[in-house]
């Protein structure tokens, strides 16, 4: 048997195997490492040319191939392979595919983010795939953006949660474990603060701004352990984030310690040339690239030959070559790639992926996702509609999402098109729609359903709307489901207006004139300014996109199986043109309302409703006085004082009442999940840190001042919803 080279030798240290391997390196394998290409184009002549040193959007026995390949050229260095496995692993037919980020944010249930990255890591590898560009980390704060139903809402604390639990999820106790995945944040950093909400454009954002709420959900992931980030599309004051030096080199690297390597994404690099007019080739874009802190260069096909010419040139530095391909081989190293080579297996996926197991968690998921919006009659505030009373004999199920599967499953999945594959999709029988759902529970009370469409999302076409007022004036109560499809939603796709397509308004208010009860259930992306809904529905459901089993859990719903516990993570704006209004306002607005429109939001971050009530009172704190350095406990009395047990979502918000420079109203900086039965009482406890009481100053530095700060508990950001009291901060 031939001697191991040190870099072959699994009990040598990553450190010590890294640097022999690099050693035995041309600088042309080295930039070759640093390429991740698309891997549908001429991937084994890139291969076995050594130019490559990962690729995406490939899967199954292709991986296989491309790896035993990658074995066969001269120094056997192993290929990563990526892909974009956002909420599941839903470029694969069959796949558990779960609730959206922003659809499974609203449970505040970091365990269920959790299982889902453990599921999603081992789906992904008996698929031969490493590495996930998940968790994403952006803010959705204008709902014009196309890609809000990616992100987990419009809170920093929350994101910060919600992404370490993915991180653990997918990358579990350490990357070398043989069942854990690559976890990857982004977009770094203020993607989501475009201007106007147009994807990939300008970010208008201070340091002070960047600092206070994008980028702290980053740095939590770091202090987790994220092994991979990926840089964000657009310009912060007019430096492209992929050259931008101080955000990937000075803040993620130098103050915060990160230890893992970044990819650009898709073209990023080519397109400060080609669409941000920042550089007058792909070539100039190459060493700026590189002297930021990219370590992987997403899809520019120009970049391999370019970044050697500009070497022989002596305007691209060997060091800064050398310093991302240590990166990516360390990380190659410590993944185990060069020792058990995680080729996958193949044999275990009709096991594996989409297994019964797999499949469980999906109910949990979408039940504690599901936000009830609204449930009493317009013409009486005290009747409830929802749970759907055992006297009702007669439904119609109504809408153009009831029953289709694209639209429930959201971006990231087939039918989205950025990955291209060709496949028909998830098998079926895999997906419970609503329409499935409300069959299957009103077979079992033996209630009569009767389904028409109604109209289209995409189409003015009117023409079945009177047949499907007709079934609704028949029956005793009508569930309407509307929302967007996947034509209207993800990258590229922002837009101008937030409301209710097609046919979809017409449909709702033929409905709502034949007198019979009017449930609406929103299968949506994002937010959608629907006051009419707000005003005239006698129950309204957010669903957002709610995964495979999303309409067997829409239906326990409605019939009362499962008690509602979601609550929102973003707010939801009346009309396009009231925005912004995410919870976390500047106080100081000259008048506070558009014309006719406040600046409340239609629907409040941290807002949702039960079948159930709850009520909070005894808001006490341990202290009203203190000194730096020292906490204060914050403690309240929630009652179950309703007729079911349930969960309640009990969220604390803190206010600098005076502060030297502008600080937001409220701001989350805890919450606790509490089950309750029925008659019970807990005492919830909270604990204010000193770092609670900072703010960003204008240095870029937390700055914590002596004064007055105002504690608010309750079930949602709303002021009607809050009890508060205060403490002061002395001087010392």
Sequence with gaps: MPELLPYQDRELSVERRTEDLMSRMTVEEMVGQLVQADGRKQAAEQVRDGRVGSFLHILGPTTLELQKLAEKTGLGIPLLFGIDAIHGHGFWEGATVFPTQLSLSCSWNPELLEVMGRITAKEMLCTGLHWTFSPVL??????????????????????????????????????????????????????????????????????????????????????????????????????????????????????????????????????????????????????????????????????????LSQLRKGKLAKEDVELACRRVLSHKFEFGLFDHKRYPPLNKVPEVVGSPQHREPLLRCALESIVLLKNERPENASKRILPLSSNIRHLALLGPNADDILAQLGDWSFGSGQAGLNTGGHPRHLVSTVRDGVREKARTRAITV??????????????????????????????????????????????????????????????????????????????????????????????????MRGGEAIAEILFGEANPMGKLTVSFPAAVGQQPVYYQQIPGWHGNKHNNYTNKPLFAFGYGLSYTTYTSDRLELSRRELRRGESVEVSVNVKNSGGRPGTEIVQLYLNDVFSSLSTPEKTLKAYQRVHLERGQTETVRFQLTPEDLSFIGRDGRPLTEPGEFEVMVGSSSRDEDLLRARFTLLDE
């Design 138 to 307: 952006c803010l959705a704060r204008d709902m014009r953006w196309g890609r809000v139903g990616e992100t987990f809402g419009e809170d920093p604390h929350l994101l910060g949660v919600l992404g370490k639990a993915l991180v653990r999820g997918y990358q579990g106790n350490s990357i070398s474990d043989p069942d854990s995945v690559i976890a990857c944040a982004k977009h770094f950093a203020g993607y989501s603060e475009t201007v106007g909400g147009r994807d990939a454009s300008e970010a208008e954002l201070s340091e002070r701004k960047l600092r206070t709420y994008f980028l702290p959900p980053f740095h939590e992931m770091v202090k987790a352990g994220c092994k991979s980030f990926m840089t964000a599309y657009q310009c912060i004051d007019g430096v492209a984030c992929v050259v931008n030096r101080w955000l990937l080199t000075d803040v993620l690297r130098g103050e915060w310690g990160f230890q893992g390597f970044v990819v650009t994404d898709w073209n990023n690099v080519g397109r400060t040339h080609t669409e941000q007019g920042l550089y007058a080739s792909i070539e100039e874009a190459v060493p700026p690239s590189l002297r930021a802190g990219n370590d992987m260069i997403m899809v520019t096909p120009e970049f391999y030959d370019a970044a």
């Design 450 to 547: 009767d389904y028409e469409r109604g109209c289209d999302v995409m189409s003015d076409d009117l023409s079945h709307i009177a047949r499907a007022a007709e079934l609704a004036a028949a029956c005793d109560v009508a569930i309407v489901v509307v929302g967007d499809v996947l034509a209207q939603i993800g990258e590229t796709r922002d837009r101008y207006e937030l409301d209710l397509t097609g046919g979809q308004m017409p449909l709702l208010e033929a409905v709502k004139k034949t007198g019979t009860p009017l449930v609406v259930v929103l299968i949506n992306s994002k937010p959608l300014c629907i006051p009419w809904v707000a005003e005239h529905a006698d129950a309204i459901i957010e669903a957002f996109n709610p995964g």
